[in-house]
């Protein structure tokens, strides 16, 4: 095979695919993330496969030429009726050969509801890793972050928690893993005026976040002894989570004027 | 008296139309009520046993890993173009698993070595996986490769577990380890 037919079977290849996808796209037989990546790859090939040709095949036969007359009068109405049957056919047995070998992870993954308590922590490293620039994978990198938050291993928290906020957060995306930083700036490394700040910016995108409002009432109570500061904060707190027993034992406490315990 | 043009073209596109569908039906129906996995006799059977000559020609890898708890064998060639999708998957699984006891292997298949090795060096390579090559196409024969890319997944006792068709993504992949190791954690 020669250098121009390689690549022009690889360009006739990737224009079938590129055909084949956004059908498979309309008919919902795959998920529009897949089809993104899949396009993206076409149409690169394409591309290479035309810059191949220009530079490396005979120029291109004039649209005006008897060649194209000819190709007119070989599409009749009989002939386009008999491939489009065909067609239809094909596309037929295309799609439900498609739809069987799909595999169920596969369609899960793009599409489905995602549930991290179906994965392991690596499963998730994999997913965050190959899908690194993409937003859409904050709720991934908060469910594992969490994970390693209630685990007591803060490094790693904050490597995700870190990766939430460079990646277009939502408010509450954003609030959750502002006042898990500053959570972690205090009780990893006793930082107090970085976990307050912290904690500040996480009620600053989310005014009322419980989670911050509690975490900064444990910080200026526990770390700063501000103890008066804290209770209408743990009472704002409380009130968002009245079924937080503890929450409302350490309300009751700083109430009281005890000393963090 | 004189047929119209096409006609008999017709007629024959119809049957072969109708042909097919039905072929296309009975095929989807049939096969679907089994799981994804039975369209692959491999699935539930005792993995092929073979050693493969390394990529690169330096050496041999056996197959399955004898040591792994989890071997993933992925089935690639640089003519491929939904190999180069899945290609940060794979990578990315290799490093999430290497302390679980994961192995991935890629085998090129009806690919020529040095095709092969500019692949991988233009989307990147591993330490963690192993590149084989496969002569005589012995691996895709053996594991019964219908089109690439494929994945196969092995158990710790040599047994195929699974098997993905087409691009695999990190998820899909992560969720056939996690089962074999009896991995995924209740909240």
Not at chain 1, 106 to 123: C, I, K, L
Not at chain 2, 134 to 155: H, L
């Amino acid at each position: 095979m020669s250098e121009e037919s390689h690549w022009q079977a690889r360009l006739d290849q990737a224009t079938r695919d590129l055909e084949e996808l956004e059908q498979q796209l309309a008919t919902d037989e795959i998920p529009p993330s897949t089809a993104r990546r899949l396009r993206r790859v076409y149409t690169e090939e394409i591309e290479e496969a035309r810059l191949r040709l220009a530079g490396e095949a005979s120029v291109p036969a004039d649209p005006e030429s008897p060649d194209r007359d000819s190709r007119s009068r070989f599409w009749t109405p009989g002939r386009v009726t008999v491939v489009a049957i065909l067609g239809t056919a094909a596309a037929a047995l295309v799609i439900s050969v498609g739809w069987f070998v799909q595999p169920e992870d596969q369609a899960d993954a793009d599409g489905g509801e995602f549930d991290p308590s179906q994965y392991s922590n690596e499963t998730m490293e994999a997913v965050i890793s190959a899908n690194a620039d993409h937003p859409q994978i904050n709720g991934m990198r908060l469910a594992l972050a969490g994970r390693y938050f209630r685990a007591g291993d803060f490094a790693r928290a904050f490597a995700h928690y870190r990766g939430v906020l460079e990646h277009d957060p939502t408010a509450a995306e954003e609030a959750e893993a502002l006042s898990r930083l500053g959570w972690m700036a205090w009780a990893g490394s006793g930082e107090v005026q970085l976990a307050i700040d912290t904690l500040d910016r996480a009620l600053l995108a989310a005014p009322g976040y419980p989670q911050a409002l509690y975490f900064k009432a444990i910080v200026l109570w526990c770390g700063a002894g501000q103890t008066t500061e804290a209770v209408p904060l743990l009472e704002e707190a409380s009130e968002a989570l009245p079924s937080e027993e503890a929450l409302v034992a350490e309300l009751a406490s700083a109430r009281a004027g005890e000393e963090c315990s | 008296m004189k047929k119209r043009p096409g006609r008999a073209a017709l007629v024959l596109a119809v049957m072969v139309a109708a042909a097919t569908a039905v072929f296309a039906g009975v095929f989807a129906t049939r096969l679907s009520e089994d799981s994804r996995l039975s369209d692959s006799p491999l699935v539930g059977a005792p993995s092929p046993v073979m050693t493969l000559p390394l990529l690169d020609g330096s050496g041999e890898i056996e197959i399955p890993e004898p040591d792994a708890r989890v071997t993933v064998i992925n089935f690639f060639a640089s003519w491929c173009l939904e190999c180069r999708i899945e290609h940060p998957d794979l990578l990315a699984v290799a490093e999430a698993f290497s302390d679980s006891g994961v192995r991935l292997i890629q085998i090129a298949y009806q690919d020529r070595p040095d095709d092969s090795i500019a692949f991988m060096n233009e989307l990147g390579v591993s330490p963690l996986i192993r590149y084989a090559s496969d002569p005589g196409s012995r691996a895709a024969i053996a594991f019964g490769v219908f089109g690439i890319p494929e994945t196969y997944f092995i158990g710790p006792d040599g047994v195929v577990t699974g098997r993905i068709t087409g691009p695999a993504d990190s998820l899909s992949l992560g969720r056939q380890i996690d089962l074999i190791l009896g991995r995924g954690r209740p909240e």
